[in-house]
């Protein structure tokens, strides 16, 4: 089976922590039905999240996504086929702190537009690496 992953950029809609569980608990759910992996790095101003699995079911989790009024503004930053996952042990790892990307005056002033994909994919390797430390697996 090839490997597929997208990488997609969205505003919330309502955000609350409430909400963020729901969004966290679905797609758990989901993944793991979907053979899914991935990371979510949230926060009031911005998501950005690594889906990384079966190219059919990554490219129907996306359409989820568009279709859930939770996100709006969903942008594809990267979708390539994908030699092995990066997110293997966790069904949706989430940066509660999002610690990894822009200030929020950087996100309203269009950071995201200029970032390249290799910016985006720098921040869930950094925190990938830092969680896997935390939890001893690195």
Not at 122 to 132: E, I, P, S, V
Request: net charge negative; proline share 4%; glycine share 8%.
């Amino acid at each position: 089976m090839s490997l597929f992953r997208a990488v997609y950029s969205s505003r919330p809609f309502g955000y609350d922590a409430g909400m963020l569980n729901g969004i966290l608990t679905d797609a758990r759910r989901a993944n793991l039905r979907d053979g899914i992996t991935g990371a979510l790095i949230c926060r009031a101003d911005i998501y950005l999240q690594w889906l990384e699995g079966p190219e059919d079911m990554v490219r129907a989790a996306i359409a989820r996504i568009r279709r859930d009024d939770r996100h709006l503004e969903v942008t594809l930053h990267i979708e390539e086929p994908l030699a092995e996952r990066v997110f293997g042990d966790w069904d949706m790892l989430h940066d509660p702190a999002a610690t990894w990307i822009w200030t929020q005056k950087e996100v309203t002033d269009g950071a995201i537009d200029r970032a390249t994909p290799d910016e985006i994919t720098g921040f869930f390797f950094k925190l990938r690496d830092a969680t896997a430390a935390a939890e001893g697996r690195g």
